[in-house]
């Protein structure tokens, strides 16, 4: 009985404490994250996000008929996609470093780090290894979005212990 108390004790404490997370994660969005970014670099990432989109749901088609060149020049696209690596100014660069915080960044990295080695499988034609990285990456989408773009997707938001399920 003692044993049970403390188990429910336990894991309401954590239901808690990932309350808590989400609602810091919720408040960090807001105030250093993208909803601080000028209009120009905040259109720039909607663009971003759009053409990874396309490129993602592109790969299917292209995975169930085994073409396995059009997945990697699509990971190759998306690997080079950086909002980073575009024509930024100076002070949009700045704007970028100060406005992101540096877990964002890694984020970022780690995603196009995927991608990286999706275009590397699908060179060598390998469709297990092509499911395994194209699952990595949608997982690095959410993975991000639940982070940074809650605003966006609240559906992401971590369900709280108060709220039923049926
Ligand atoms: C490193 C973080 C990060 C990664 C990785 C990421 N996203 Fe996003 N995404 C964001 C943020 C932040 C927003 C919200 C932008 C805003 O509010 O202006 C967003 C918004 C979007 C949107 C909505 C764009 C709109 O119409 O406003 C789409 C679609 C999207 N992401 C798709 C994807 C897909 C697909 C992937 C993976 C292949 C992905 N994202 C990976 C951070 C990320």
């Given at each position: 009985?003692?044993?049970?108390?403390?188990?429910?004790?336990?894991?309401?404490?954590?239901?808690?404490?990932?309350?808590?997370?989400?609602?810091?994660?919720?408040?960090?969005?807001?105030?250093?994250?993208?909803?601080?970014?000028?209009?120009?670099?905040?259109?720039?990432l909607t663009q971003e996000m759009k053409a990874l989109q396309d490129g993602m749901m592109s790969i299917i088609p292209a995975y169930v008929s085994g073409n396995w060149h059009e997945i990697e020049a699509t990971a190759g696209k998306i690997k080079n996609s950086y909002l980073l690596k575009q024509n930024l100014t100076e002070n949009q660069i700045k704007e970028l470093h100060s406005s992101l915080p540096p877990e964002f960044i890694e984020k970022d990295k780690k995603f196009h780090y995927l991608a990286g080695m999706l275009e590397h499988v699908a060179h060598n034609k390998k469709p297990e290894l092509i499911n395994f990285y194209f699952s990595e990456m949608t997982e690095a989408c959410a993975g991000c979005h639940v982070k940074f773009a809650i605003h966006k997707f609240p559906g992401l938001k971590p369900v709280t212990k108060d709220k039923h399920i049926h």
């Open positions: 009985m003692k044993k049970l108390i403390c188990i429910t004790l336990l894991s309401s404490l954590s239901a808690i404490s990932y309350a808590e997370d989400a609602k810091q994660a919720h408040e960090q969005t807001k105030a250093s994250g993208v909803e601080a970014l000028s209009p120009e670099l905040r259109n720039l």
